[in-house]
């Protein structure tokens, strides 16, 4: 894998303000799916599977200006 991904402070900072037992299920979740490929949301619950959604629409687009800027750069 030689794709960046960017976990901005936004991201880090929505993830640390979950409660202990999302924030752990998102970030595992999260972690599955950019490290290893495995689609983990499947053993999430409804909110956590909202959360883990919204978590990566922000890794996607964070990634997506960081590559445009580099690229301008």
Do not use: W
């Not at 799916?33 to 053993?43: C, M």
């Not at 919204?54 to 800027?69: K, P």
Request: glycine residues 2%; proline residues 4%.
């Amino acid at each position: 894998m030689n794709n960046p991904v960017i976990l901005s402070s936004r991201v880090i900072d929505t993830i640390n303000s979950l409660p202990e037992t999302e924030r752990i299920a998102v970030a595992s979740a999260i972690s599955a799916q950019l490290i290893l490929g495995a689609d983990a949301s499947s053993a999430l619950s409804p909110i956590e599977n909202m959360l883990f959604s919204m978590i990566c629409s922000y890794v996607r687009h964070d990634t997506a200006q960081y590559e445009r800027i580099m690229t301008n750069y």
